[in-house]
């Protein structure tokens, strides 16, 4: 049986970096998350903001997420048109695209990043230890920077950084910050900001906000008896 996440809160971080994979942790800690959540819905704001645009461009939807973790969503409201609406709508397709093929490239996991415990002891009652991301797939989705674990439930807390390669051959590599908070007893994406150079457009920046999380657990069922 392994050591669980509160075993080593109980322990007040006496176990160094080297005796436990940060990164394996966390994503098992997803993994039980997913296991038992049947649907999550949230509201997003996607906003791209460019200086050369007058005003910011902004598209509100609803965000449906599966047990499997496919996606569909629905427009709620938009104030874009023509070119910025396009931009907004390839934004969040390809979301629902990268999660139909299970891409998980971006995921924190052992395969994906090394999650390095900074030096230094944390305040007393705290839980959120510094670490030193180190992107081991360097692909468009990871970023090598660094974040703040929370140790008590192994959960990604913020991460900040530079992609470790260009988003595509439009958008170089991006300066990304990525929070996250918690929704009852459940650890979700809050805010998501990341700035790139854009070909034609310059430096745009892409903002996402969550917020109105609504989740739907499996039923639990209960072991029979012999």
């Not at 090394?114 to 081991?136: D, F, I, M, W, Y």
């Not at 979700?188 to 900001?193: A, G, R």
Request: charged content about 25%; hydrophobic content about 40%; proline content about 3%.
């Amino acid at each position: 049986m392994g050591i669980s996440a509160s075993s080593l809160f109980l322990l007040g971080f006496t176990i160094s970096a080297a005796d436990m994979d940060l990164a394996a942790l966390v994503a098992q800690a997803e993994s039980r998350r997913d296991a038992i959540v049947h649907e999550v819905r949230s509201i997003r704001q996607y906003i791209v903001r460019n200086p050369r645009w007058p005003t910011d461009a902004t598209m509100d939807i609803r965000m449906i997420t599966a047990s499997d973790g496919s996606k569909r969503y629905e427009v709620l409201g938009t104030n874009a048109e023509g070119l910025r609406r396009t931009i907004l709508l390839r934004i969040i397709e390809g979301e629902v695209h990268a999660a139909a093929k299970k891409d998980r490239d971006g995921n924190v996991n052992p395969t994906n990043y090394e999650l390095r415990l900074a030096p230094g002891t944390p305040a007393p009652g705290e839980s959120c230890r510094k670490v030193q991301l180190v992107a081991k797939n360097r692909t468009r989705f990871t970023f090598d920077g660094h974040g703040c674990v929370d140790m008590k439930d192994m959960a990604m807390v913020r991460m900040e950084g530079l992609t470790t390669k260009s988003i595509s051959w439009l958008v170089g590599r991006a300066d990304v910050v990525q929070e996250f908070r918690k929704v009852g007893d459940l650890w979700y994406s809050s805010l998501n900001q990341s700035a790139a150079d854009v070909r034609f457009l310059g430096r745009t920046q892409l903002i996402i906000k969550y917020s109105d999380y609504s989740i739907t657990r499996k039923p639990v069922v209960a072991a029979s008896g012999n």
